[in-house]
């Protein structure tokens, strides 16, 4: 029987890289539910091509849009959060693929683990906020989480048949952004056009600036932590310009493990709905001879804040990943429109985790709580900048 999927963020990177998968394996998956929060125009074109049952549009106001775009075919058509939030109970989905950006693949998430869905999850968010929590849920319902991020899926990759096994140490590559061997003098003026130029991935505009700054290798420190049950001091990054291995694993004998690859998230976002089998593509093949050189350095972490930053906050835990996270997303937004400069990205993030209410046992509403509360905090350090 085919795999019928749920996508939530259809219409961004990674939702349209997983629909390019499913067409290309159309006698293995269908898709079931497309959401979007705003993209109401691609939204619409996704659900004509694909004919899922049911159709989310996040943001309300372009609810009647999608509705009357959709009313000569037999689509259900929902909006708001909370359907977003709800949709994933359907009993006619097999697998949640959660592409969403930032805090609000949290609850979704949840409540497809505790109605028994496997979720490939794509949002690295959920877990550096409420990684402790969703594992947890995860064990008690039975549901396999298979993780998407590049970096996460090479790890599983390289963990299989060897669950038996200890893990001395886990390694997570980075490509080191645009601006590797940058110093802070020459990162002053960067615009977001500049720090949006990944040199090997094609990526949504908060994954690209956060790739920019390492954050992005921040949130994967805290989402391995979770996903792999490691502390913190045995996840190490480094950069690797090339972004041919993915990650490596690091055995108690001294054996290293490495998924290698060309940089395509449609092979993560192919296995993570596929597993455990391996489907064939047509993508093009990784050979040595087209790279003599693989090279591994050490992350600037004077230059680079935010990934020390985000050590600090998954050593100390609670809810400090939570602030971490929410005070991030508000900075590079901010960045994005122009209100700050590049290197303030840290600093707004460092002057939140200062200023928030910490907690160390926290909640769901705990984390609500703290999101919005960081959120303001971030805000309002802007406004005075």
């Known amino acids: 029987m085919k795999k019928r999927i749920a996508l939530l963020g259809s219409t961004g990177s990674i939702g349209k890289q997983a629909l390019e998968v499913v067409q290309a394996h159309q006698d293995r998956f269908e898709i079931e539910v497309l959401t979007a929060d705003s993209n109401a125009d691609l939204l619409i074109k996704q659900a004509i091509a694909h004919q899922p049952n049911a159709v989310v549009i996040a943001n309300e106001q372009y609810y009647q849009q999608v509705k009357n775009a959709l009313s000569l075919h037999d689509i259900k058509v929902y909006a708001g959060v909370s359907s977003l939030e709800q949709i994933v109970e359907m009993s006619t989905i097999d697998v949640v693929l959660v592409a969403l950006v930032g805090f609000a693949g949290l609850k979704p998430t949840l409540n497809a683990i505790e109605h028994g869905k496997q979720i490939a999850l794509a949002n690295k968010e959920t877990l550096v906020v409420g990684g402790e929590l969703v594992m947890k849920k995860a064990e008690q319902n039975a549901v396999d989480i298979i993780p998407i991020d590049s970096e996460h899926s090479a790890i599983f990759q390289c963990l299989m048949g060897e669950w038996h096994n200890k893990i001395e140490s886990i390694t997570i590559t980075a490509s080191g952004g645009p601006f590797f061997g940058k110093k802070k003098a020459e990162l002053q003026a960067v615009t977001p056009e500049q720090a949006l130029k990944h040199p090997n991935w094609t990526m949504g505009n908060k994954v690209s600036i956060d790739s920019a700054t390492l954050m992005n290798k921040g949130l994967e420190m805290i989402e391995a932590r979770w996903l792999f ?111 700050i400069h590049y290197l303030q990205i840290a600093d707004i993030i460092e002057n939140t985790m200062q200023k928030a209410s910490f907690v160390q046992s926290v909640s769901l509403n705990n984390f609500v709580q703290t999101n919005a509360e960081a959120r303001q905090i971030a805000r309002e350090f802007i406004s005075f900048t």
């Open 229 to 339: 049950d490691l502390p913190p001091a045995d996840i190490q990054v480094c950069v690797h310009p090339q972004s041919i291995v993915h990650s490596l694993v690091h055995f108690t004998d001294g054996a290293v493990k490495a998924q290698l690859g060309l940089p395509d998230m449609r092979l993560p976002i192919q296995y993570a709905l596929s597993y455990p089998h391996r489907l064939p593509t047509d993508y093009e093949r990784f050979s040595f001879l087209d790279y003599p050189a693989l090279t591994f350095f050490e992350p600037d972490i004077e230059t680079f804040r935010c990934l020390p930053l985000a050590y600090r906050a998954i050593e100390r835990g609670g809810n400090l990943p939570c602030i971490l996270n929410a005070a991030n997303e508000i900075a590079v937004e901010a960045f994005l429109q122009r209100k």
